[in-house]
């Protein structure tokens, strides 16, 4: 137990329970760690909640800003402090227009940044969750400015931050790392997946990738590889991430005869389907890292990620990476894998069960805990 347990509100973006990504699962993990350690923690998606019953606030997400931004204005206006994990990296540098389908590969092309960010920011205001005007960039460092800490995923996304907003002070910054759960034993995996030959009987011996469909996580690049790997299965699972839908249609119409598609599974049954893999395949052009790449690695199975620096910081050298713009070199990583012997996952599990990562907190509101 902790010398003062604190109240604390945990806030994310409106559809994180509704289309959950790594931030939910981070969310979700991260407040059963601080109830654990004796805080009092609530959840709320809105946008100006009454935070008159917390001592500070959690919030998540800096890669999407609008309604982030919302809710900092709301805490700094009822002066209670908040935390932010950032899971965060410039999209408009790391995904390149060539990512997405026609025409918003054009549009991302030929439009400029500003009037882009001015069209999401006159959106966001329609939908009530944009707290003032302004371009992405100025409302990140709004959020980031008055935050009492910073807890970034890994040193590279650190560095990215320290990059990205140079007023930043470092002792500000505390990397706090992604986590799994330990991982299922195989029984019990088979067993949750015998109801389920649909979504897994086709994936076993192929290649997975999990996650939602959209130009960040790069499935288009993805089936054009596996025109080049003869009959090597890819079974994709997931759904298309808000305004995907055309993307999705363009990775289905790309597809060849040996890739199939199936729609997001649960936790369990995506341990099972992850087991019977021959490997996942990530080709993100940007990740965080991905969960389902750490959970797979957890397992032993063998992961294809792109050669990035978060990514290579978390997995060294069980990765196969590739570069996400070459589709030779996802390609080739695939290849790779087919040659090289399976690894055993144990040690990777140990170092990033969420029990372990999540250690850093505890200083962290101790700190301010003697502070509010």
């Known amino acids: 137990m902790v010398a003062r347990p604190l109240t604390i509100l945990m806030q994310n973006r409106p559809d994180s329970l509704t289309h959950p990504g790594g931030d939910t699962v981070q969310m979700e993990r991260t407040a059963a760690f601080l109830r654990d350690q004796g805080h009092r923690i609530d959840i709320s998606l809105e946008s100006a909640p009454d935070l008159r019953a917390y001592d500070l606030v959690h919030m998540f997400n800096l890669t999407r800003p609008l309604e982030t931004h919302a809710q900092a204005v709301n805490a ?62 100025t409302l990140q460092a709004q959020i980031v400015r008055d935050a009492a800490f910073i807890l970034p995923n890994s040193q590279a996304e650190k560095r990215h931050l320290l990059e990205q907003f140079p007023f930043l002070p470092h002792d500000r910054l505390v990397v706090v790392l992604n986590g799994i759960d330990p991982p299922e034993s195989e029984s019990s995996s088979q067993s949750e997946s015998a109801d389920d030959g649909a979504s897994t009987g086709d994936a076993r011996g192929a290649f997975v990738c999990a996650g939602a469909i959209g130009p960040r996580k790069n499935q288009l690049n993805l089936v054009r590889a596996f025109r080049e790997l003869g009959d090597e299965r890819l079974v994709i699972i997931g759904n298309p991430s808000p305004g995907s839908d055309r993307y999705l249609r363009a990775v289905q119409v790309a597809s060849g005869a040996h890739v199939t598609m ?34 797979a690695a957890a397992m032993g199975v063998p992961i294809v990620v792109g050669d990035l620096p978060p990514v290579r910081e978390y997995f060294g050298e069980l990765g196969f990476y590739c570069n ?21 996952g144990q040690e990777f599990a140990a170092r990033f069960e969420w ?18």
Request: aromatic letters at 8%.
């Open 324 to 344: 996400p713009n070459s589709t030779r070199s996802i390609a080739e990583a695939c290849r790779a894998v087919l040659a090289a012997p399976r690894r055993g």
């Open 262 to 295: 199936h729609n997001a599974v649960d936790h369990a049954r995506m341990h099972a389907i992850l087991r019977g893999a021959k490997a996942l395949v990530q080709p993100s052009y940007i990740e965080t890292p991905g969960l389902a790449a750490m959970e």
């Open 76 to 137: 700094v206006r009822q002066r209670k402090p908040y935390l932010l994990s950032s899971v965060y990296w410039n999209l408009e540098s790391a995904v390149p227009w060539s990512a997405y389908e026609f025409p918003r590969n054009y549009w991302r092309r030929f439009v400029p940044v500003s009037v882009r960010n001015a069209i999401h920011s006159a959106r966001g205001r329609i939908r009530g969750v944009a707290a003032t005007s302004g371009d992405a960039a």
């Open 355 to 372: 029990r372990t990562v999540l250690r850093p907190l505890i200083s962290v509101c101790a700190e301010l805990a003697d502070a509010v």
